[in-house]
C-alpha cells in the first residue's frame, strides 16, 4: 500500500485537486508541500496536531514539508470558522508566537540537512506594495466567486471586514510565492481551508500557465472537529506549560465512543492491521481504546516517560486507587491564605481549573465539585491551612483531577 493510499485508508483525505497526480507525487516522494500555521497564540493546539502528524507520515516517506509561519496573515486573520474578527496582534507578539511553534514542530518534523523548510510569509507580505498587489494578484480573483466561499458566507449576516476580505488573497499569495521560490507542488490544509486553497491554485495557473495542487485533511466528526483543541472551555495545548502532560492525556482518554477509532486511525502512527482488530470493539474495550489513544498521542507530544506517569495516575484515580504522585499538583503559598483560609473557588482559580469564580459557582449549585470525594454544597465552602497537612484532591465533573498541597 503507498502512502497516498494509507492516508485514504486512515481517513485522512476530504477532497483533492487533479488526484492522479497527487498520488503519483507522494507515493514517489516527490511532493514538495505546505501547511500553514498562524501565530495567534504561543503554544500550538490539539487543533494543529492532525497536521503535524500528517506531515511527518508525508516526510517518512520521502517527500518535503514546508512549515509556513503566517507571520504575515496573522496581522490580518483568517475568518473561516469564526463568527467575529480575530483581535489584532502586534508585529512583537507575533514573531514572540511564531518561535514557540518552531520549538513545538522540531518534535514531530526533521529540519535538518533541508529535509523540510520553516519559512515565514511576513518575509514577503509584509513588503508587498498595495497597488502592486491589486495589479497582479487582485485582477486574477472573481469577488462574485469569493463571495460564495463557505469562508465568507458564514460571515455575511453578521458583517466581513474588507480588512478579513484580503485573507484569501492573502493565502493564495503564498502558494503562488512558494511555487515560485520553493519548488512547492502542493499544499495541504483542513476542508474548511478549501476556497483559499483553491485560490492559490488558480492564481499560479493563470499568472504562470501552471498546475498546482491542493489537498485537504478531513476533520473527525463534526462534533468531535468542532471540539479539537478544547476542552471545558480551555484550548487544549501541546506547551507542557499550558496543558499538563496528564491534562493532554485526559483530553484524549475522554474522547466520545464514536470518535475514538476515528481519532486512533488519524492520528496515530499505529499499523492499520492492528488497527483494524478494533473496528468491532465495543462497551468497555472501547476503554481500552481511548487509553491506547491517550497513551500514544501522549507519548508523541511528551515523550514516553510522561505518558506512563500520566497513564499510571490516570488508571489509579478511576480504579479508586491512593497512588496520586503524579496528578496534576498545585502548590498553595502563604499568599494564598486569608486569615488562614483558602476557598475552594480559589483554589480552582489557581490552579487553571475554572475561568472565573461565576464558573465554580455554577459548577458547585450543581454539584460537580468535590473536595476529597465529598460533594461540596457551597461556594463558601473553605479550607484551613491545616487542612493541607495531607494533600487535598479536588474533582470536578467526572473526570477532572487537582492535587493541591502547601
Request: glycine fraction near 8%; proline fraction near 1%.
Amino acid at each position: 500500500m503507498g502512502v497516498y493510499e494509507e492516508l485514504k485508508e486512515r481517513g485522512l483525505i476530504a477532497q483533492v485537486t487533479n488526484e492522479k497526480e497527487i498520488k503519483e507525487m507522494i507515493n514517489s516522494g516527490k511532493a514538495v508541500f505546505y501547511i500553514g500555521f498562524d501565530c495567534t497564540a504561543d503554544s500550538l493546539t490539539a487543533g494543529h496536531f492532525m497536521a503535524l502528524t500528517l506531515m511527518k507520515r508525508l516526510q517518512d516517506a520521502g517527500n518535503r514539508p514546508i512549515a509556513l509561519i503566517g507571520g504575515g496573515t496573522t496581522m490580518i486573520g483568517d475568518p473561516s470558522g469564526r463568527t467575529d474578527m480575530r483581535k489584532m496582534l502586534t508585529r512583537e507578539d507575533i514573531d514572540h508566537n511564531a518561535a514557540c511553534f518552531k520549538k513545538q514542530m522540531e518534535r514531530f518534523i526533521d529540519f535538518s540537512d533541508g529535509k523540510a523548510l520553516m519559512v515565514n510569509n511576513a518575509d514577503w507580505l509584509l513588503n508587498l506594495n498595495y497597488v502592486e498587489v491589486l495589479r497582479e494578484v487582485g485582477a486574477c480573483f472573481s469577488v462574485n466567486n469569493m463571495l460564495r466561499a463557505e469562508c465568507y458566507k458564514q460571515r455575511m449576516e453578521k458583517g466581513l471586514s474588507f480588512f478579513e476580505f484580503n485573507y484569501m488573497i492573502m493565502q493564495s499569495y503564498d502558494f503562488y510565492y512558494l511555487f515560485q521560490h520553493y519548488d512547492c507542488n502542493m499544499q495541504f490544509g483542513g476542508d474548511d481551508q478549501w476556497s483559499n486553497m483553491l485560490g492559490g491554485t488558480e492564481l499560479i495557473r493563470k499568472k504562470l500557465g501552471k498546475d498546482a495542487h491542493a489537498m485537504t485533511i478531513t476533520l473527525l466528526t463534526d462534533a468531535q472537529g468542532k471540539k479539537m483543541g478544547k476542552t471545558a472551555g480551555n484550548a487544549v495545548w501541546l506547551d507542557a506549560e499550558k496543558t499538563s502532560p496528564y491534562d493532554f492525556y485526559q483530553y484524549w482518554r475522554n474522547v466520545a465512543d464514536a470518535d475514538v477509532l476515528k481519532c486512533i486511525r488519524m492520528l496515530t502512527f499505529l499499523p492499520l492491521e492492528e488497527i483494524n482488530k478494533m473496528s468491532d470493539w465495543q462497551g468497555s474495550q472501547l476503554n481500552v481504546a481511548k487509553e491506547i489513544l491517550a497513551f500514544e498521542l501522549t507519548k508523541l507530544v511528551h515523550g514516553e516517560e510522561e505518558a506512563r506517569k500520566a497513564q499510571t495516575a490516570s488508571k489509579a484515580l478511576f480504579a479508586g486507587g491512593s497512588d496520586n504522585s503524579d496528578m496534576p499538583h498545585t502548590v498553595l503559598t502563604q499568599d494564598d491564605f486569608t486569615d488562614g483560609e483558602i476557598t475552594v473557588i480559589d483554589m480552582m482559580l489557581k490552579a487553571g481549573m475554572i475561568q472565573s469564580k461565576g464558573e465554580g459557582r455554577r459548577l458547585i449549585d450543581q454539584g460537580g465539585i468535590r473536595v476529597n470525594d465529598e460533594k461540596i454544597s457551597s461556594a463558601l465552602i473553605a479550607l484551613k491551612e491545616s487542612d493541607f497537612d495531607n494533600a487535598v484532591i479536588v474533582k470536578k465533573g467526572k473526570k477532572v483531577f487537582r492535587k493541591f498541597t502547601k
